[in-house]
């Protein structure tokens, strides 16, 4: 079976794409896909069908990385029960999320910037959104990128850490 991992955001054209494709290119490079069942959403329906975000995708391309992701709507409890992890990019779109989901359900809900945190020492993002790029510049969108980045290798260090993939032992 394998972990099915759902990013959330409002549009589905900037953030959450961006971190589809940030963690899938990290589980290619990792010989990881069969392990991984991946897409994104927005709890909004303005975008539905489209492509990302002509930026999120030129950023992205300077990383490797081919967005192809064609934009859904949040469906509710159906995703939530699907999904084994739901990774937020804001506070609004965790609250829209955990508001549908029951007690238990509530604990694979997360605001994906949790998973920032960078060595023993230091942690970054905890507690934190990944911001909006949509209304500003180039900038905003090259920072998502970023932090995208570093959140999918928290991530799947996490999930490494659970034992629940394959023939990887816990710790
Ligand atoms: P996203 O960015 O949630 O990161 O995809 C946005 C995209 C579109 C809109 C807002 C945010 N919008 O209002 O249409």
């Known amino acids: 079976m394998p972990v099915k991992v759902l990013f959330v955001c409002l549009g ?12 899938t290119k990290l589980i290619q490079d990792e010989g990881l896909m069969d392990e991984f069942e991946i897409d994104s959403c927005g709890t909004g329906s303005w975008h539905v ?13 300077d990383y490797g990385i081919d967005l192809t992701h064609r934009a859904r709507q949040f469906r509710g409890l159906p995703d939530i029960e699907y999904y084994d992890y739901i990774l937020a990019m804001d506070h609004s779109n965790y609250g829209d999320v955990v508001a549908q989901a029951s007690p238990e359900e509530r604990e694979k809900i997360f605001l994906f910037r949790d998973f920032e945190k960078e060595d023993s020492k ?11 790029p949509y209304y500003g510049g180039m900038n905003g969108f090259v920072l998502v990128q970023e932090t995208v980045m570093k959140a999918s290798t928290g991530l799947l260090n996490y999930i490494k850490n659970t034992g629940q993939l394959k023939g990887i032992n816990k710790g």
């Open 12 to 23: 589905n054209i900037c953030r959450s794409p961006a971190a589809e494709g940030a963690f």
């Open 122 to 132: 230091n942690s970054y993002g905890k507690g934190e959104a990944v911001p909006d």
């Open 49 to 61: 069908g489209e492509l990302p975000h002509t930026t999120t995708r030129k950023v992205a391309k």
